[in-house]
């Protein structure tokens, strides 16, 4: 079956870096993108960045464009969101998702926390 684990996160200060991964097993993970979302305390969960099957062409949220780069690694069947020059703001669960056979899929998140 479908499984997404994400990884990485923790308490870091404002302007410091984090990574976070997700490894993903029981789909064919180079036939797939696989997206990072976000949700703040009493906020709606939203978009963070997406690498595509194809090509790894990526795109990234208005708010992490220039900061955040994700990337992919097929053999190992895992995506990372490097983070950087992190802000209070960016303080969230964050999620990774696929979308295989018509289904989304979802893992348990990791949380984020910047500190001022």
């Known amino acids: 079956q479908v499984q997404l684990k994400e990884s990485g996160g923790g308490l870091v200060q404002a302007g410091g870096s984090l990574r976070l991964s997700c490894a993903t097993s029981g789909f064919r993970f180079s036939y797939v993108s696989v997206n990072w979302f976000r949700q703040a305390p009493g906020k709606e969960r939203e978009f963070v960045a997406q690498?595509?099957?194809?090509?790894?062409?990526?795109y990234y949220a208005a708010s992490v464009k220039g900061r955040f780069t994700i990337s992919r690694d097929n053999a190992k069947t895992t995506a990372v969101l490097q983070m950087n020059s992190l802000k209070v703001e960016d303080t969230a669960v964050y999620y990774c998702?696929?979308?295989?056979?018509?289904?989304?899929?979802w893992g348990q998140g990791t949380q984020v926390t910047v500190s001022s």
């Open positions: 690498t595509s099957w194809n090509n790894g062409i990526t």
């Open positions: 998702k696929v979308r295989y056979n018509n289904a989304d899929y």
